[in-house]
């Protein structure tokens, strides 16, 4: 009611604009997030799944951590376990471009009916054990693990496979015990959240260790670390390699994760089989190498006369996961020059990410899109050029071209590739920030759900305190309230300049913390 007021005595007379009320809800909705945090304590989501129940009870489950793979080792174990006849809800971190994709059976999201159906019911719960009185720090995260395992419940399912969002220990699904835990490998990312060595970064990853449960980890690891885990826990340790230490690919190596996740499993599920696990495994993420079908892209671009001879999409955000892909690519297409689409998001090694896309692409075309976590064009400009001033005389580095958005880029990154003489592959990675719009711009049309991640959000009050609902498209809301808004004068003045240097200084700051609207 305040926000129509406002609004009524600004049109009678004529000092604030509609804009302007739309700019302060984004406001108060960024300072809601950072204030109440995305990030929620342990002890508020067992006190939440308490009163539900304990649905995470329903199920088996498997916990898997890592720097790298994790999402792929995910979908290849749901999809190994219902190849044989289970049922096994899915729960993934982040989302590319729907929030319904964090909670899925038997590879399917859940729909829209249900996912209103499981917010409000989780909701009740925390009004039921006092709400925001008792239990102020009810974050995004917290709300969306709690509702996928009472979905999992409802849904009846066999097995719950949950990938952590950082870490381990801390993190917002370390809340129930597993049946297998799942180390995939450990690297230098999320460097000040998990620590500063890969030793301390792995110890964090170990806090999904249960005491007397099976670990699954990989090679690429500190394993005295989680050697010693183990051992205090007496949890029995599984290490996983390659068949080939030096010639094997991301996607076999997440399929033998995977493999021997379920075989430990197999004891206790009599229905688990050879035959379809290995059928199940061969599963993918999107955005996991994932090669776009040229015949498509043909009918987005129809003026193009000659496309790339392959186009690949990546959510790798860190120097290993970056070079793995390159050199993947590389074997499949050893006479290709690669060109490259970047996008990343603040608070990664942009530096070092760029650095290799700029050594193994002929050029790289930076960009940008409307998620608020991505790096704007004229960051990456500034750190383009750091890469060029910091390297060495015998380094080869790509060409740095600016783009704007993901279309506009895509379109000039295909324009470059039709004029080249050379055979070229073109390579988009740096973020899953980008992805969603990159896949549109690709003719993959697949709905965002906003509203959802409003709802999620606690948005759609504010939305209606403000008489928008049904004028305003919640995607525009939910994307369009960039670093601008901070700037805005008539907003400052509204809000008062002490709280908008508090509401900038959160957004800039903690960003491995407190995930914007995501």
């Given at each position: 009611a305040q926000y129509f007021l406002l609004f009524l005595c600004g049109c009678i007379f004529g000092k604030i604009t509609r804009d302007t009320i739309v700019d302060e809800a984004f406001c108060v909705a960024r300072e809601k997030i950072t204030e109440v945090g995305a990030y929620t304590p342990h002890h508020v989501i067992r006190a939440v799944l308490k009163q539900l129940g304990n649905p995470e009870d329903a199920y088996a489950k498997v916990h898997i951590t890592g720097t790298n793979g994790k999402g792929s080792v995910v979908i290849k174990i749901a999809t190994g376990l219902e190849n044989c006849g289970y049922k096994v809800g899915s729960y993934i971190s982040p989302h590319i471009t729907?929030?319904?994709?964090?909670?899925?059976?038997?590879?399917?999201?859940?729909?829209?009916?249900?996912?209103?159906?499981?917010?409000?019911?989780?909701?009740?719960?925390?009004?039921?054990?006092?709400?925001?009185?008792?239990?102020?720090?009810?974050?995004?995260?917290?709300?969306?693990?709690?509702?996928?395992?009472?979905?999992?419940?409802?849904?009846?399912?066999?097995?719950?496979?949950?990938?952590?969002?950082?870490?381990?220990?801390?993190?917002?699904?370390?809340?129930?015990?597993?049946?297998?835990?799942v180390i995939t490998n450990v690297g230098l990312d999320h460097i000040g959240s998990l620590g500063n060595t890969k030793e301390d970064i792995a110890f964090q990853k170990s806090g999904v260790i249960k005491e007397g449960k099976p670990v699954v980890v990989g090679f690429d690891l500190p394993i005295e670390i989680i050697e010693d885990v183990c051992e205090a826990l007496e949890s029995p340790l599984h290490m996983v390699r390659p068949d080939n230490i030096n010639n094997f690919t991301f996607d076999e190596y997440n399929a033998k994760i995977a493999k021997k996740v379920i075989s430990l499993l197999q004891p206790n599920f009599p229905k688990i089989n050879d035959k379809d696990v290995e059928e199940g495994v061969k599963a993918k993420q999107p955005c996991r190498k994932e090669k776009v079908p040229l015949e498509q892209v043909k009918r987005m671009f129809p003026n193009n006369k000659k496309l790339p001879e392959a186009i690949y999409m990546d959510v790798g955000h860190n120097p290993h996961a970056i070079h793995k892909v390159f050199q993947e690519v590389k074997n499949e297409f050893p006479q290709a020059k690669i060109r490259s689409i970047v996008s990343f998001s603040i608070g990664h090694e942009m530096i070092d990410n760029l650095k290799i896309f700029l050594e193994n692409s002929v050029a790289v075309h930076l960009s940008t899109g409307k998620h608020p976590r991505l790096a704007s064009i004229e960051e990456l400009e500034e750190y383009a050029y750091e890469c060029f001033m910091n390297a060495k005389?015998?380094?080869?580095?790509?060409?740095?071209?600016?783009?704007?958005?993901?279309?506009?880029?895509?379109?000039?990154?295909?324009?470059?590739?039709?004029?080249?003489?050379?055979?070229?592959?073109?390579?988009?990675?740096?973020?899953?920030?980008?992805?969603s719009e990159i896949r549109k711009s690709l003719g993959y049309f697949e709905d965002p759900d906003p509203d959802m991640t409003a709802r999620v959000y606690e948005l759609e009050p504010l939305l209606k305190a403000l008489d928008l609902e049904g004028e305003v498209n919640y995607w525009e809301v939910l994307n369009n309230a960039r670093f601008k808004v901070i700037k805005t004068p008539k907003v400052e003045e509204i809000v008062g300049k002490e709280r908008m240097k508090k509401l900038k200084d959160d957004m800039i700051t903690d960003l491995q913390q407190i995930y914007l609207l995501y």
């Open positions: 729907s929030i319904r994709e964090r909670m899925q059976v038997n590879n399917k999201l859940i729909s829209r009916e249900d996912f209103v159906r499981v917010y409000d019911l989780t909701m009740k719960a925390y009004q039921e054990i006092g709400g925001m009185e008792k239990y102020p720090n009810f974050g995004f995260y917290g709300k969306t693990i709690v509702m996928a395992f009472l979905y999992f419940k409802l849904q009846k399912c066999d097995f719950a496979i949950i990938e952590v969002g950082i870490g381990g220990s801390k993190d917002h699904t370390n809340v129930f015990i597993n049946d297998v835990a005389e015998e380094e080869t580095l790509g060409e740095a071209i600016s783009g704007q958005g993901a279309a506009f880029t895509l379109n000039q990154a295909l324009v470059a590739s039709q004029a080249s003489p050379q055979q070229e592959v073109l390579f988009i990675g740096g973020t899953f920030f980008f992805m």
